[in-house]
């Protein structure tokens, strides 16, 4: 019997969210941790974690897409909240990075504070402190992490619009 509290951490959505991003390629641990700058012992703690909580399947390998889009319509905002801070340079996120900011017009910008970002706006504190430059590396990726944010951080309306886009890269339908 496992004794010990299993408590999701901020990066097992990381994590879980690479893992989507690969669509069907088989994945390793290795370069898995090499891409998000998280290391690999931390990749396999996640792992065990999220196996626990329902979001990968028993073999470790698929994610359990149905369970990890339910978790983040409905739970994300209020485990993992954030409100936008200081303006700052840095790496656009939510409504104002793709996919939601071809469809959302805005005069304020939220970002991911970022040495070498290019865009100032009210800054939105990452899921995990990697996260900046493991987007920038893979496109698919920063798409998932800026509509996640868009349920942390959005107005009503950025956060049906950012579910119809998940459930399309999830392909759960719409």
């Known amino acids: 019997m496992n004794s010990k509290q299993q408590i999701m951490s901020p990066h097992d959505i990381v994590i879980l969210l690479k893992i989507v991003s690969y669509g069907n390629q088989p994945w390793l641990q290795k370069p898995l941790a090499e891409a998000l700058g998280i290391s690999q012992s931390e990749i396999s703690k996640s792992l065990n974690r999220s196996k626990y909580a329902g979001f ?3 073999n470790g390998k698929t994610v359990m897409r149905m369970a990890l ?3 983040l ?3 994300i905002r209020y485990v993992f909240p954030i409100k936008p801070g200081a ?3 840095g790496v656009p996120t939510s409504h104002s990075a793709s996919p939601l ?3 959302i017009q805005s005069s ?4 991911w504070p970022y040495g070498k970002g290019v865009v100032r706006g009210h800054s939105i504190l990452p899921l995990y402190p990697s996260v900046p430059e493991a987007a920038l590396k893979d496109a698919k990726l920063y798409e998932l992490l800026a509509l996640v944010d868009a349920l942390r951080v959005g107005r009503a309306r950025e956060k049906e619009l950012a579910i119809k886009e998940l459930k399309k890269r999830l392909e759960l339908g719409e």
């Open 69 to 71: 889009l339910d978790f």
């Open 101 to 103: 900011k071809e469809e």
């Open 87 to 89: 303006v700052v340079r």
């Open 108 to 111: 304020e910008a939220y970002v």
């Open 73 to 75: 319509q409905y739970g």
């Open 56 to 58: 990968l399947a028993p």
